[in-house]
């Protein structure tokens, strides 16, 4: 197994605190995370462009369960960032789970927030609402 080169373009992207996707050749497609080849048309993709930090949160989970280290309940999110065509998952940070309950978070605004000092990686990264 072999990672995608453009998963590890994005996690040199991530370093300078910017988030890219994958645009399909011949379309308008965009996918986040990037990978070389489009999922639904086959087509590969042909260069990196920026999408987000914005985003609309499509649909999410409340997790209950211990998991490294994190306290628990805690919300994880799938985000179409403006740009994208696809949406990926994060957590959701400074949000009580007592207000996801309703469902009012799907189609809510979000943010991709930065650690200070971004390692590269998919922790550098979380959601925040905005507003």
């Known amino acids: 197994y072999r990672p995608d080169p453009m998963i590890e ?4 992207a991530l370093k300078s605190k ?3 996707g994958a645009h399909v050749a011949g379309g308008s497609r ?3 995370p990037p990978q ?3 999922e639904v048309s086959f087509r590969e993709t042909d260069e990196l462009v920026d999408v987000g930090p914005g985003g609309t949160i499509r ?3 409340i ?3 211990k998991w490294g280290g994190l306290a628990t309940p805690y919300i994880i999110v799938f985000v179409q960032l403006d740009g994208a065509s696809t ?7 400074n ?10 978070l799907i189609g809510a605004r979000c943010r991709a927030v930065f650690k200070d000092e971004p390692a590269g990686d998919w922790p550098d990264f979380w959601f925040e609402l905005e507003g």
């Open 30 to 32: 965009v996918i986040f």
């Open 63 to 65: 997790v209950h369960t």
């Open 36 to 38: 070389s080849v489009c």
């Open 59 to 61: 649909t999410f989970t």
């Open 95 to 104: 949000v009580s789970t007592d207000s996801a309950g309703s469902l009012s």
């Open 87 to 93: 949406a990926t998952g994060g957590y959701l940070r």
């Open 9 to 12: 373009r994005m996690f040199e």
């Open 18 to 20: 910017r988030l890219v």
